[in-house]
Nanobody, 125 residues
Framework: QVQLVESGGGLVQAGGSLRLSCVAS????????MGWFRQAPGKEREFVAA??????????EDSVKGRFTISKDNAKNTVTVYLQMNGLKPEDTAVYSC????????????????WGQGTKVTVSV
């Protein structure tokens, strides 16, 4: 059974840091682009960051560049994707979800083949 399970969300003060994790299992994800997305209350889901299957390429939404870092670890049966979030701002408050797909789908049209359920991040002033 394919699963993407996020963790690491929580409540943090503005300026603080959180590290989100997404464990993908149930099939081989080593050749998939992995991405992070977020959806704030009342807003549409938006792309945050992506990392290529090799880990050699990353891409970020402009508002998180220099603050967020995406990385990944490939294990035998799982892929874990991280999102290190520093300098958090109240506008970063959202439910963060990870997804797996091809580069174009993830980065250009925000579509993933597989999705996690999300983890909530709340940044207080």
């Amino acid at each position: 059974q394919v699963q993407l399970v996020e963790s690491g969300g929580g409540l943090v003060q503005a300026g603080g840091s959180l590290r989100l994790s997404c464990v993908a299992s149930g099939r081989s994800f080593t050749t998939y682009t992995m991405g992070w997305f977020r959806q704030a209350p009342g807003k549409e889901r938006e792309f945050v960051a992506a990392i290529s299957w090799s880990g050699n390429s990353t891409y970020y939404e402009d508002s998180v560049k220099g603050r967020f870092t995406i990385s990944k670890d490939n294990a035998k049966n799982t892929v874990t994707v991280y999102l290190q979030m520093n300098g958090l701002k109240p506008e970063d408050t959202a439910v963060y979800s990870c997804a797996a797909g091809d580069w174009y789908s993830i980065v250009e049209v925000s579509r993933g083949k597989y999705w996690g359920q999300g983890t909530k991040v709340t940044v207080s002033v």
